[in-house]
């Protein structure tokens, strides 16, 4: 994970991209959380579906939610049809 | 070779010879011949362009950033309400830093409509991150647009081209061409290809850039603009070497002991030398200078030309609606403690003649402070 951003005289012209945006953290724009339930989750994967930046994977059968990128965005609550995902108030 | 040829073949026809890749580019007075006479070109097969024929400037320039990101030598023409309809993509083709060559025929904006000379289009983008370089004639518009290729592809900045409608742009006049194989020794044959989008080596081009990078991209933008005045002088030097023709950044005609000056820009220039020669005779001691290079201002090389004067007249071709007009306003900031007095002519085309400027001569001798010349009340 980057955590120096480089100065000008240092990036390529023009806004160029020269990082993914797997090094680029968008999880600090949060102000809720998804917290999932895994005694409600059935695996049923339509928080995987519905998620719009990729934030969330199966792993080891459970749902995982990469924290660095997840934006908060809440639909993955919204579309859970066993209402195992929480958005809980993030700590300042 | 020497042709009797308008300024806006002249500028085709040096686009043509810079074997530029891609055009695309909508009709409008009075530029239309530039694209008009470039198109003849593709037609008979003179050049292996491609010429897109798009529904406005707006997708022209458009198509014009599509095909310099990817590489190609790109050009295109406007005028005004072309000008203004392209107004967004123009920032969008310098924030992407991609060296497209453009003439803008100086005309006047509507409303009301009128297609003669003013300056007020290329002035409403002169902070669009385009180098703007201004030009006298139909010899310097062929010049230019030759060295403007030269100049964007190694600053990586657009260049803007700037004629005055009809007075250049429609005017015959003996213009000396160079050969293609001149040119193209002088520019490359075609684009450097770094930077650009390629298949085999993938890149974002014009992603959203957030509050975190915005600033930091924007002074690349401007540290290139600052740095472009070095590449403009060479590739001036250079093309003077080549050619005999030599442009300076900002030219002056017997200002070295002047009292009074005239700066202004464009055509005005050639009238105003008459009207010096014709104050001379009179045993006034008058001058004139001319800003070639707008966009970067060369300020430094202003105030070098202007500070022995007792006055300054900045003639500007551009309605200044509640402030002082654009050069008058780049004149002044780079010229403190000089004694600058701001003048508008010439708007939608009304003659700047001899008359015109002996009256701003005699305004500065007088210290008459009245900036509009030969509007009636």
Redesign the interface.
Known sequence: MNTK????KE???????YETSLDYETGTWRSEKPVVNDEKCTRCLECYIYCPDASIKYEDDKIIIDYSHCKGCGICAKECPQDAIDMVEEEK | MILGISGDEAVALAAKQCNVDVVAAYPITPQTIIVEKFSEYVANGETQAEYVRVESEHSAMSACVGASARGARTFTATSSQGLMLMHEILYVAS????PIVMANVNRAISSPINIHADHADSMAVRDSGWIQLSCVDAQEAYDTTIMAFKIAEET?LPVMVLLDGFVISHTLQNVSTLSDEQILNFIGNERKSE?ILDPENP?????M?LP??Y???K??QI??MDESKKVIENTFKEFGDLTGRRYPLVESYKTDDAEHILLCMGSAFGTAKVVVDDMRAEGKKVGVSRVKCYRPFAGNEVREAIKNAKSVGVADRVAPFGSYPPLYLDTKASCDGINLKSFVYGLGGRDVNKDTIKEVFDRLEKGVDEMFVGVRE
């Open positions: 951003k480089k100065g000008y990036m390529p012209a023009g806004g160029v991209t | 924030g992407m830093r991609l990586l930077n890149k974002t081009f014009g992603a850039v975190d990078y600033s930091e991209i002074m690349q540290e290139a």
